[in-house]
């Protein structure tokens, strides 16, 4: 999708990691499976190629939902803590903050985090200081570039005071969203990359085909990967003794096929395979 349905989230992505200084924060703004984590992954990647962050530079990820029922371990997590700050707090220790300067920190589920913790960060990202817990006499500095993720309506679930602080709010878009062109280069990336960890000429149903690209994955782009892997399992199983692997109707899980056999008739042994090779060049239709 990076020519189609990402092409102006990614260009909005680069311009916020080249933006003078630390970079601009960006929110990350998708359904779960959408991608959001790997666009996070990419763009760290790309701040090392051009050299944005340091050569030691980490990325850090955060996963948010984890601090939901105990805000004050996000923050000594993420800002660290002094010895003596809470009981069984025996020496200093350094937070993420700390690991993640001159890189990347990745806070993603950030709609998890309780308003004090929203606050806590939105301070730190006036001015790149921070108090450890324990300690607010010593000022530490970070310089870390910014990305937030959330699967909620921004609007709706993080402070005023923090969506302020944000200046570029990217919406990635679903698999519903995406066009039949990128859906088919998804399926491709997908059943190659098991083609190759499994060693085997993968053949892929027409019938399997047309499904995998008209359902309704609740899962995204996870699920549909999700479904890929479960039909390789299943397949594996038929055909282990063969170079070559046949991806049927009945390979795919079964809550799919008591979707679609509640639908339709389409439940029938498919006779006709597409080999990935041509997969790219596959015009779909509904037979």
Known sequence: GSSGSLHYAIEQCKAAMN???????????????????????????????????????????????????????????????????????????????????????????????????????????????????????????????????????????LLKTLQRRIPMTITVPGLKQRGVQEKVQLLYAMFKEEEQRLHKTILLSTKVYNILLSHDFTGNIGGLKSCVQSCCINSLFQD???????????????????????KSSVYTTSTEYIRLQDLMSFIHTDK
């Open 19 to 157: 933006y003078p200084g630390s970079g601009l924060a960006v929110l990350l703004h998708g359904p779960t499976g959408s991608g959001k984590s790997l666009l996070a992954a990419k763009l760290y990647d790309y701040c090392r190629q051009q050299r944005l962050i340091a050569e030691k530079g980490q990325l850090i990820t955060v996963n948010c939902a984890e601090y939901s029922d105990n805000p004050d371990f996000f923050l000594t997590s993420l800002f660290g803590y002094t010895k003596g700050a809470y009981t069984g707090a025996e020496k200093d220790s350094e937070g993420l903050l700390t690991l993640a300067d001159q890189g990347l920190l990745f806070l993603d589920e950030i709609h998890s985090l309780t308003p004090e913790c929203q606050e806590k960060l939105f301070q730190f990202m006036d001015r790149a200081i921070y108090h450890r817990v324990g300690d607010n006499e010593t000022w530490y500095t970070s310089r870390v570039r910014l990305i937030l993720a959330t699967t909620e309506p921004p609007e709706e679930v």
């Open 240 to 262: 282990s003794d063969h170079k070559e692997m046949q991806i049927q109707l009945v390979s795919l899980p079964s809550h799919i096929l008591n979707d679609i056999t509640e």
